[in-house]
């Protein structure tokens, strides 16, 4: 009985490690692993600055979850529900706000599980309503892992100093 007890428990044991070590590999990508997300995230953020280019709203409705938020360097407001306050009237704003030209350095991508944050510096030349203006700053994307499709839950833009 006391063998039986014991096997018992050691099964247990061991069954409880196995499912630990299963939910650790997936919680935390490996470093290989971690850097091909890295490289999908980088992507995706410089292809929604094309797709602000070409005005392509289907590209915006599939890279925003439907509750995303974003502190955009030009409102002091969070702005939410992008699906409801944005992509109704996105061809207006792409028009208001034309990328002319950006830049990404130093990307870092960190990566938990199905979140991913993105940080990086910028450089942007901008018409805006315009007038030409060029600035750097600083820009922060959480991405969320859907299904097989990382999406911005958040963004933080910041402009360092005033825009030229």
């Known amino acids: 009985m006391r063998q039986r007890?014991?096997?018992i428990l050691l099964l247990l044991v061991a069954a409880g490690m196995g499912l630990g070590l299963m939910v650790a590999s997936k919680a935390f990508a490996?470093?290989?692993e971690q850097q091909?997300?890295?490289e999908q995230i980088i992507a995706r953020e410089k292809a929604s600055v094309e797709a602000w280019r070409r005005k392509d709203k289907a590209f915006f409705a599939d890279f925003l979850t439907d509750d995303s938020t974003y502190f955009n360097s030009f409102n002091p407001y969070l702005e939410t529900d992008p699906k409801t306050n944005m992509l109704p009237k996105f061809e207006q704003i792409a028009e208001m706000f034309k990328m002319l030209d950006f830049q990404m350095y130093n990307p870092r991508v960190q990566?938990?599980?199905d979140t991913a944050i993105l940080t990086y510096n910028s450089s942007a030349t901008v018409n805006m309503a315009g007038r030409?203006?060029?600035?750097?700053g600083k820009m922060t994307s959480v991405?969320?892992?859907q299904?097989?499709?990382?999406?911005v839950v958040h963004g933080h833009e910041s402009i360092n100093g005033t825009p030229q």
């Open 143 to 145: 991405y969320l892992k």
């Open 132 to 136: 030409v203006m060029h600035y750097t």
């Open 30 to 32: 490996g470093p290989s």
């Open 5 to 7: 007890f014991s096997l």
């Open 147 to 151: 299904g097989d499709t990382w999406r």
């Open 36 to 38: 091909a997300i890295a």
């Open 111 to 113: 990566v938990y599980g």
